[in-house]
Structures are given as C-alpha cells and as structure tokens.
C-alpha cells in the first residue's frame, strides 16, 4: 500500500466524502462500502468505522450490529400495502455482551435522526432506556439531533438523546401528539444542552403555554447562530437582540408587541451580526416596525406576509432594507395563506384593488449587487417597458427576476418583446425569469426586439408568463425562440387569482393556455431540428410546418364546463413529433429502494 494512504487525515476526508450524500431516509448509501473498507486492514479499520458510524438515520443499525438472536424482523404495522416496510426489534433482553458492542459503536455517532416511527419501536427505546447510568446520553459524542413528528409515546425517551455538548437540534412536534409533555420538552431542552448554535422548533402555536416554554430555553443559548422557530416572548426577542452570534433567524413577527419597547431594553447594537432573515408577519407594517426600531441590515430576506397590503407598506418596508449598511443580495416577499398567525378574532381578510408601480421598487435601487428579487403577493403591478428595464438597469447582477408569477398582474402588462430582451441584453446572468409580457403579434416589431438581442440568454430554460396574453403562437414563438434558445417550457396562467368576481378569468385562462401551449411545442421543435445548422437557403419559416392553420381566433364561444373537449394542439398545428421529442423534465424526482439487510447494521457482520 502506498505510503501516502497511512496517513489518517488524508484517509479520514477520503472516507468522509462518500457519506457527502446522506439522507435521513436512506442514509448515505455507502454503508457497505465503508463496511468492506474497515475489514481491509488495521489502517483503514478506524477512519472507516468513524464515518460509517458519523451519521445514522435511525437506530436499526445499532441493533444490528448485535448478535442475531439478540433482534429479529417485523412489518411496520403503520405502513401502507403499497410500502411495505420492516424494522428490527429486540428479541430478548440485553446481555452484558451486548452492551459491550453498543460501547463500541455508540461514541462515535455524530449525527442522528428520528422521524416519525411506529409506537411499537417505543420497546426499543425502553430497552435502550436501561443502560447503565454511564451510557446516558446513549451516543455522548452527539453534535446533531433531528427528532421528528415522533409519537407523544417517544416522549420520555428524548433526553436519552440530548448530550450537553449538543450543537444542533431539530425538534418538530406533531400537532396531533402535542401534549403537556412536550411543553415541559421544550422548557427544558435549555437546560439539558445550553451550548446550542442551531436550533430549529416547531410546534402548533394553540398549544397552551408553549411560546413561554420555548423562550425559556432560548434564554439559556448564549452561542446561538441559527434559529428557526415561530412565536417567542418580549424577553426572548431581547435575548437573541443582543446575542453577537446569530446570523440567521427565522420568525413569526407578533403583532402585537412594540417593537420600539424591546429595543430600549438592548444594550448596544440590536442584532449585530444578523445577514439572513425570514419572517411571517400579518401585514408589512409590522417588519416595517421591526427593521426601522431593530435597525436590521441584512444580506437575504424572505418575508411572508397574510394581509395584501403589499402596494401600500411595500415601499416603507424597502426604504426600512435601504437604511443598512450591508448590501442586499436577495429579496422575497410571498403571501401567505394561513389565517391562524391572526390575533384579532374578528379580522377579515379580502383581496383589494391595490396596485404596485416602479416607484414602489425605488428605495432597492441602492442595491446594484442584488442578485434575486422574488415577488409572489396578492397585488396588481402596473409596469410597461420602461419600467423593467429601469429595473434592469438597477440590478445587472440579477440571477433571478420574478415578478407575481403565481398570482399574475391583475392588469394587462404593457411589457412587450422589446422590453423582455432588454431585460435578457441588461441582465446576462438571468437563470430564472418570471414576467407578465403582451405577447400578441400587435406588440412586436420585427425589426426591434428580437433581431437586434445581441446577447439571447441560454440559460433560461423554463419562463414563467403570469396571465400574459398571446394571439398568434408561431409569431410568439418565434421572437421567445430567439430570445431564449434553449427554452424548454412555458409556465402561466396559474390557478391562483387576484380577483375572485373575475368572471371571465377562468374563460380566458383556457384559451391563452391552449396558445401558450401551441407555441412550446413549436419552440420544442425548433430545438430539436437545431437551427444553427440551417442551410443558408432555408428560411426560419420553413421550420414551421406548411399546413399550420392561424390559431389566433381562438373559439372564445367554447363551453367551459364540456369535458369532452379534445382539443389537439398537434392537429391544429400540423406538427407530428418522433418518439424522441418529448419534453424533457428538468426536476425527476429522485426515488429511493429500501434495503432488507439482514447480514448486520451495515451489511457486513465483523464491522
């Protein structure tokens, strides 16, 4: 063997690096491999047992690793017909012998996970429950926990799990588990670990009495970095105000308290060092209240907001972002449709007829380096050519430009293809664009937007439309072909709406999809015959198969509710694909095998 692989550093980060992919479904999906590695030789024998053990999604492979009269197999009682699941059990009690080899293992766990098991494993947990007072915390090198959605059984058993020297905690209580004894949890998991730098929480916010548990705990972290969780109290806020250390938080903004109040109980500098934020609120008057009385200066901000006052609190809420001194790389604001953050009992929520212009965009433009601006609000935007390339010009840096895709403008857009490919010539490092645009032939001189886009973006591959209209798909087509060369989809005309009394919408929605629809698949077609290799004699026309009939009279008198409508836009275009042309999906989703090991923890018995 090569000297250079004696050298344990250099061993350690090989190993390491094929558990760079695990999953607290799966796990790493090396286990047998690094199994095999540690059975290789006395030099590998650690190094491999370290990271093979590092990190486990639950604790099969402990039980495992025992003798195999000590456990046996059985069906998960909860799992459905169609995932047929198996888990190990003790089969007997514990022998001195056994819990020598858990000695061995055990310490070297870093990371762990729990989520949402079946209340028979609770005979697991009790058994492990009995271990001598020296093995208690179970894994007393643990640096990560991530306790999930397990039943209100497991209660008992979590502070098996909570070492001091804890780092990292994910704790997510099912709603339907909540209990007093979670409450007293989340009281006291403080206490059990006060060295935590993250810490992510969640609970049903109707439980009795556990805000004020929770913002016990968080009065015991003094290293907190990172922390994601819902309500706390005054003193809690005042608590992570003053810390130096948090970076990131995220937080449900009560309406209720005066923000100027809690910073006069700061001493100093209210959260100092604090770049990412992510916060709920009611409405944009309270982040307003608290960036202004909190003097945040923030680098990423993603706020989701239940009231549409977007048009009205948007521009203070920008101008409170405007006042620090960081510089804003990326921007967020979403509506969020979920009334139970509301205080007031009698609250009514209705979508009004507010409308945002660029004026509202203005306080941002200090913000040259702004990388992302993502708005998804129950808000009409009101913005024409001039207006986007004003933006544009604002943020040449912009990687993702998304304006209302999933609600739509509310009013027709008065962008056109001229201001779209200025968008794409001002801003080259465009990946993600949505923009509501008039993509009717009216709206495109040929001898402007496209044909003279020195720069046409290959990037974007999917475009988010809005409810942008289109008469003629081929014409259409065409100026987004140029544009966008590599543009696989078109996504628009969502099922969310700003106005529910438009009774027109849904009778629009149809038949602009229908076109919308027509012009991908020309636009497929032309990737697919590859136009840069058109003979010099052959037209971009010609591409277009001849027996195309017009399809910008669309049959506006079609009965909406017929579901027997078939429409075809292959027939109604001439277009006949080959097997080969299917769209192609940029997100697949992953799947996952279950693996029936039955050798040991890891497949293997002598590791």
């Given at each position: 063997?090569?000297?250079?692989?004696?050298?344990?550093?250099?061993?350690?980060?090989?190993?390491?690096?094929?558990?760079?992919?695990?999953?607290?479904?799966?796990?790493?999906?090396?286990?047998?491999?690094?199994?095999?590695?540690?059975?290789?030789?006395?030099?590998?024998?650690?190094?491999?047992?370290?990271?093979?053990?590092?990190?486990?999604?639950?604790?099969?492979?402990?039980?495992?690793?025992?003798?195999?009269?000590?456990?046996?197999?059985?069906?998960?009682?909860?799992?459905?017909?169609?995932?047929?699941?198996?888990?190990?059990?003790?089969?007997?009690?514990?022998?001195?012998?056994?819990?020598?080899?858990?000695?061995?293992?055990?310490?070297?766990?870093?990371?762990?996970?729990?989520?949402?098991?079946?209340?028979?494993?609770?005979?697991?947990?009790?058994?492990?429950?009995?271990?001598?007072?020296?093995?208690?915390?179970?894994?007393?090198?643990?640096?990560?926990?991530?306790?999930?959605?397990?039943?209100?059984?497991f209660r008992p058993y979590l502070r098996m799990f909570l070492p001091a020297a804890l780092e990292s905690l994910t704790y997510i209580?099912?709603?339907?588990?909540?209990?007093?004894?979670?409450?007293?949890?989340?009281?006291?998991?403080?206490?059990?670990?006060?060295?935590?730098?993250?810490?992510?929480?969640?609970?049903?916010?109707?439980?009795?009495?556990?805000?004020?548990?929770?913002?016990?705990?968080?009065?015991?972290?003094?290293?907190?970095?990172?922390?994601?969780?819902?309500?706390?109290?005054?003193?809690?806020?005042?608590?992570?105000?003053?810390?130096?250390?948090?970076?990131?938080?995220?937080?449900?903004?009560?309406?209720?308290?005066?923000?100027?109040?809690v910073r006069s109980q700061i001493e100093g500098e209210a959260f100092k060092n604090l770049t990412t934020l992510r916060a709920i609120?009611?409405?944009?008057?309270?982040?307003?209240?608290?960036?202004?009385?909190?003097?945040?200066?923030?680098?990423?901000?993603?706020?989701?907001?239940?009231?549409?006052?977007?048009?009205?609190?948007?521009?203070?809420?920008?101008?409170?972002?405007?006042?620090?001194?960081?510089?804003?790389?990326?921007?967020?604001?979403?509506?969020?449709?979920?009334?139970?953050?509301?205080?007031?009992?009698?609250?009514?929520?209705?979508?009004?007829?507010?409308?945002?212009?660029?004026?509202?965009?203005?306080?941002?433009?200090?913000?040259?380096?702004?990388?992302?601006?993502?708005?998804?609000?129950?808000?009409?935007?009101?913005?024409?050519?001039?207006?986007?390339?004003?933006?544009?010009?604002?943020?040449?840096?912009?990687?993702?430009?998304?304006?209302?895709?999933?609600?739509?403008?509310?009013?027709?857009?008065?962008?056109?293809?001229?201001?779209?490919?200025?968008?794409?010539?001002?801003?080259?490092?465009?990946?993600?664009?949505?923009?509501?645009?008039?993509?009717?032939?009216?709206?495109?001189?040929?001898?402007?937007?496209?044909?003279?886009?020195?720069?046409?973006?290959?990037?974007?591959?999917?475009?988010?439309?809005?409810?942008?209209?289109?008469?003629?798909?081929?014409?259409?087509?065409?100026?987004?072909?140029?544009?966008?060369?590599?543009?696989?989809?078109?996504?628009?005309?969502?099922?969310?709406?700003?106005?529910?009394?438009?009774?027109?919408?849904?009778?629009?929605?149809?038949?602009?999809?229908?076109?919308?629809?027509?012009?991908?698949?020309?636009?497929?077609?032309?990737?697919?015959?590859?136009?840069?290799?058109?003979?010099?004699?052959?037209?971009?026309?010609?591409?277009?198969?001849?027996?195309?009939?017009?399809?910008?009279?669309?049959?506006?008198?079609?009965?909406?509710?017929?579901?027997?409508?078939?429409?075809?836009?292959?027939?109604?275009?001439?277009?006949?694909?080959?097997?080969?042309?299917?769209?192609?999906?940029?997100?697949?989703?992953?799947?996952?095998?279950?693996?029936?090991?039955?050798e040991d923890a890891f497949g293997d018995e002598d590791a």
């Amino acid at each position: 063997m090569h000297r250079v692989l004696t050298i344990h550093e250099l061993i350690q980060h090989i190993f390491g690096c094929l558990n760079d992919h695990f999953s607290n479904v799966t796990g790493s999906g090396n286990e047998r491999t690094l199994s095999a590695l540690a059975r290789t030789c006395q030099t590998f024998k650690e190094p491999a047992l370290n990271v093979l053990w590092e990190k486990i999604a639950s604790l099969d492979p402990l039980i495992k690793c025992l003798p195999k009269d000590a456990w046996k197999v059985e069906e998960d009682p909860e799992a459905g017909w169609m995932q047929q699941r198996f888990m190990p059990i003790f089969a007997r009690p514990l022998t001195e012998g056994d819990w020598l080899i858990i000695r061995e293992y055990a310490p070297r766990v870093r990371r762990f996970c729990m989520t949402g098991l079946h209340r028979s494993y609770s005979d697991v947990m009790f058994e492990l429950s009995l271990a001598s007072r020296d093995m208690h915390p179970l894994f007393p090198n643990l640096k990560h926990l991530e306790w999930i959605s397990m039943p209100s059984d497991f209660r008992p058993y979590l502070r098996m799990f909570l070492p001091a020297a804890l780092e990292s905690l994910t704790y997510i209580i099912s709603s339907r588990d909540e209990g007093r004894a979670d409450i007293s949890m989340l009281a006291a998991i403080g206490t059990f670990c006060p060295g935590l730098k993250e810490v992510t929480v969640d609970f049903s916010d109707v439980a009795e009495g556990g805000v004020e548990a929770f913002s016990r705990s968080v009065g015991c972290w003094k290293d907190l970095t990172i922390l994601r969780c819902g309500w706390m109290t005054d003193a809690a806020l005042i608590h992570i105000a003053s810390s130096p250390t948090l970076r990131k938080l995220s937080i449900t903004l009560p309406s209720v308290t005066s923000f100027r109040d809690v910073r006069s109980q700061i001493e100093g500098e209210a959260f100092k060092n604090l770049t990412t934020l992510r916060a709920i609120a009611v409405n944009l008057d309270v982040f307003t209240a608290f960036a202004t009385h909190m003097e945040l200066s923030l680098v990423d901000v993603t706020l989701w907001i239940v009231e549409n006052d977007f048009s009205e609190s948007a521009k203070d809420s920008f101008m409170a972002l405007a006042s620090g001194s960081r510089s804003l790389l990326s921007l967020h604001v979403a509506s969020y449709d979920d009334s139970a953050i509301l205080t007031s009992s009698d609250y009514f929520h209705a979508v009004h007829g507010r409308t945002a212009t660029i004026s509202t965009f203005e306080p941002l433009f200090k913000f040259q380096q702004l990388r992302v601006l993502d708005l998804s609000v129950r808000c009409s935007l009101k913005l024409d050519d001039h207006d986007v390339i004003e933006l544009a010009h604002s943020f040449p840096l912009l990687e993702g430009l998304l304006l209302n895709a999933d609600y739509g403008w509310g009013v027709p857009s008065s962008v056109t293809f001229i201001g779209l490919s200025s968008v794409v010539n001002i801003c080259p490092k465009l990946n993600k664009l949505a923009i509501e645009f008039d993509a009717t032939a009216a709206s495109l001189d040929l001898n402007q937007p496209t044909s003279n886009a020195t720069s046409p973006n290959a990037t974007i591959r999917t475009l988010l439309i809005g409810n942008s209209q289109i008469d003629d798909p081929i014409v259409a087509a065409r100026a987004l072909f140029t544009i966008f060369p590599n543009l696989n989809r078109i996504e628009g005309w969502s099922s969310r709406r700003l106005r529910s009394d438009d009774h027109n919408w849904m009778r629009d929605r149809r038949r602009f999809t229908r076109r919308w629809d027509s012009a991908q698949l020309i636009i497929h077609r032309l990737r697919s015959r590859n136009p840069t290799n058109i003979h010099e004699d052959e037209s971009f026309d010609d591409l277009v198969p001849s027996d195309s009939t017009d399809v910008s009279e669309d049959d506006d008198t079609d009965d909406m509710d017929d579901p027997g409508d078939d429409f075809s836009e292959e027939d109604q275009l001439g277009l006949v694909f080959d097997d080969d042309d299917g769209f192609e999906d940029e997100a697949s989703d992953q799947e996952f095998e279950d693996e029936n090991v039955e050798e040991d923890a890891f497949g293997d018995e002598d590791a």
